[in-house]
């Protein structure tokens, strides 16, 4: 059974071997793309899902400082 397991990763590892080598002419490419194909992935995704969070909060505060700005002109509204 395990001589099966193996065949098949094996297999799969032939089948993408050439897409998991790296970027093909990264000499020629743009310097963002010779960044990332310099380093490793991990920092490529660590730093897009950084991105994203930040965005977020941003929108968290953002939503947050409207909702409060309404809730006071709705209490100002209510005491007149």
């Known amino acids: 059974m395990q001589e ?3 065949a098949v990763v094996d297999t ?3 089948a993408y071997s050439d ?3 790296g970027t093909n002419g990264a000499e020629e490419a743009g310097a963002f ?9 991990i920092f490529v995704v660590l730093g897009v899902s950084l991105i994203i969070w930040l ?3 941003f929108f ?3 939503v947050d400082k409207k909702v409060s700005k309404l809730e006071e002109q709705i209490k100002s509204n209510q005491e007149a």
Do not use: K
């Open 55 to 57: 965005v977020l909060l």
């Open 4 to 6: 099966d397991t193996l």
């Open 60 to 62: 968290l505060f953002r």
């Open 19 to 21: 897409q998991w080598a």
């Open 12 to 14: 799969l590892t032939e």
């Open 33 to 41: 793309i010779q960044l990332m194909s310099s380093n490793d992935l």
